[in-house]
């Protein structure tokens, strides 16, 4: 009954901008993480502290020989991985294909146990579209009862669908955060990574979030850019960006935001993808290593955020949620939850974390180090 | 093949020290100051860099200045109209010496 309702649900949003098609829907050996893992092992690199590119040694060669968690900040849920688009860089292999892997409701009952028990102050909800799951409208009501600051890890276009275009008043009279996706504030960029047609749909959606108040430095109110390169390289410095990019889009389009967040791009899935068949791979991974960054790790997202799967799988991040790295604790579901064990557990890692750890750093949160 | 131009010299940029650190450890030291956000900020100071890279025709230069600019957050669209700014000054200054031709022309013309 719930599939069939999806399905129903989907059917306005099935026409979103693509720039590929998912691996899955392809079924390339690239869908496959250990296929994911074996490309980039391969590579020699010769750099970094230990001129290993193991990247467990370079972290005890900073003086972090176990990686482990600080203290639980931030509960992010993937919702699931349907999205109305299919952008060429996304770790997530999300798509309008992906109509099977999506939250259900006890699973969601679950994870507000979770978000009770350990007193998480931020509820992070991503996907895919984590607009397009049935129960979306249900948590965050849930979690602003609880008094809990949500955000939702926006892509924009999904607002000027006819059956979402009511969510800007909607998030603005909870006081939900719109993190949204934007790589660039220009056109060229932007729909070369997410599809042609994105841009124009993203800055009509970015008025619509100003004109229900958002973008007005209102701390209940508050708009968040999310930039990632378009292409081999590492992002700018997010400050000196954020001035730029106020700038350019108040000049250019009358629109407004409050925060602006660099994120690096992680060499898996569809951009590992991408970077394979521009023979940018060993480059990419190089520049990454070469640029690791030891005052980073304090703040790396795996110490105070939980990730939380689609079915209720625990992970460090969500990008281990997408190599199926299932967190290291002895029954790593949401049901069975345990926040000593959570604690006192050795975080997973292997070569994609050079991502975050290069250059000023990178996050949910954005650069990590300013 | 030999070449005068050797892909693997940018990286090696920091072996100029053997034969005089301190002149290069100024020179680094200028150089990278030079690139910080001021008065003008580190994105706009690579697209100066990116159009200047295509004047004196380094590859080098352009090479990392292309990096730069993408890193600092400019888009081809952008960094192609710093390179037509080069362009412009570089026919330009060739055209207005032409002016120089038409007063001689004038002095020795009927």
Redesign the interface.
């Known amino acids: 009954m719930e599939t069939l309702l999806l399905e129903l649900d989907m059917l306005p949003v099935v026409s979103g901008p693509r720039a590929t098609q998912s691996l899955y829907t392809r079924a390339v050996p690239l869908v496959d993480p250990e296929e994911q893992f074996r490309v980039l092992n391969r590579l020699e690199i010769e750099e970094g502290p230990t001129k290993t590119g193991v990247f467990d040694h370079d972290l005890a060669a900073s003086g972090w020989p176990r990686l482990q968690p600080d203290s639980l900040d931030v509960v992010q849920i993937n919702l699931g991985k349907l999205c109305n688009m299919t952008c060429r860089h996304c770790h997530v292999d999300a798509g309008p294909d992906r109509t099977e892997e999506n939250m259900d409701r006890a699973t969601v009952e679950a994870c507000l146990e979770v978000i009770d028990r350990t007193g998480a102050r931020v509820v992070d909800l991503t996907g895919g579209a984590p607009e397009l799951n049935p129960h979306f409208e249900f948590i965050i009501d849930a979690c602003v009862e609880r008094g809990i600051r949500v955000l939702d890890r926006c892509n924009l276009t999904i607002l000027m669908t006819r059956r979402y275009s009511h969510l800007p008043e909607w998030f603005a009279e909870r006081g939900v955060e719109v993190v949204c996706s934007l790589p ?1 504030y ?1 056109q ?2 932007t729909d070369a990574q997410r599809g042609a047609g994105t841009y124009r749909k993203s800055i009509a959606a970015l008025r619509r979030l100003n004109e229900a108040g958002y973008g007005q430095r209102a701390a209940d109110r508050v708009l968040t850019l999310v ?1 990632n ?3 081999a ?5 997010q400050a ?2 954020k ?3 106020q700038a350019a889009l108040a000049r250019n389009h009358d629109v407004y935001f409050d925060r602006l967040l660099t994120l690096t791009n992680m060499p898996m899935s569809r951009y590992l993808e991408w970077l394979l068949e521009a023979g940018q791979t060993e480059a990419y991974l190089r520049r990454l290593v070469q640029a690791f960054n030891p005052a980073t790790i304090t703040g790396l997202m795996c110490r105070n955020t939980l990730s939380i799967g689609w079915n209720g799988y625990l992970y460090d991040c969500d990008f281990n949620q997408q190599l199926d790295m299932l967190m290291d604790v002895p029954r790593p579901h949401v049901r069975d939850f345990d926040l000593d064990a959570w604690l006192s557990h050795d975080i997973r890692t292997a070569r994609h974390c050079y991502g975050c750890t290069a250059g000023a750093g990178s996050s949910c949160g954005g650069a990590i180090n300013q | 093949m030999e070449s005068y131009y050797d892909r693997s010299h940018l990286p090696r940029f920091g072996e100029i020290a053997k034969g005089s650190k301190e002149l290069a450890d100024a020179f680094f030291a200028y150089y990278n100051k030079v690139f910080e956000d001021g008065a003008l900020t580190a994105r706009e100071k690579a697209l100066i860099a990116l159009a200047v890279a295509h004047t004196v025709q380094c590859p080098y230069c352009i090479d990392a200045y292309t990096t730069a600019s993408l890193e600092a957050g400019s888009d081809l669209e952008q960094m192609t109209e710093a390179v037509h700014v080069a362009t412009a000054i570089r026919g330009g200054a060739s055209l207005v010496h032409g002016v120089q031709m038409v007063d001689q022309v004038k002095k020795m013309s009927m």
């Open positions: 660039h220009r060229i960029g930039t390169p378009v292409g390289f590492l992002p700018g410095n000196s960006l001035h730029e990019w």
